[in-house]
């Protein structure tokens, strides 16, 4: 069985650098697709993400509501859910009903800009 297709782009942001947005279906649950989704902005396999990034998911989030909750990525982008990570890959991720994941980097625990 191959995987599945999926689409990411990078994203434009004027308050942070280092955004993508990616994209989940059916295929792949939200609880899933958001941890390939940080592993690429990081350039970390996912195999390695527990080690590599300093974190799992359900430390952040519980990712069985996550899937409850938005479903197979097929809605109208009115339920989101937001949460910050901070470890050593800091981010922060949204995810949207409509299939959608932006994850973008948050520098502002690694070094402060004044």
């Known amino acids: 069985m191959e995987p599945t297709e999926s689409v990411v782009r990078e994203v434009e942001s004027t308050s942070r650098s280092g955004a993508i947005e990616y994209e989940y279906n059916a295929n792949t649950p939200a609880s899933i697709a958001v941890i390939h989704a940080i592993c690429m902005l990081t350039d970390v396999d996912p195999v390695e993400a527990p080690t590599e990034l300093g974190f799992v998911l ?6 069985s509501a996550l899937d409850s909750l938005l479903g197979d990525g097929t809605g109208d982008g009115r339920t989101t859910v937001s949460f910050e990570i901070m470890s050593e890959a ?3 991720v949204e995810i949207s009903d409509d299939g959608r994941i932006i994850v973008e980097r948050s520098d502002s625990s690694s070094s402060n800009h004044t």
């Open 58 to 63: 359900h430390e952040h989030v519980d990712p």
């Open 90 to 92: 800091a981010c922060a």
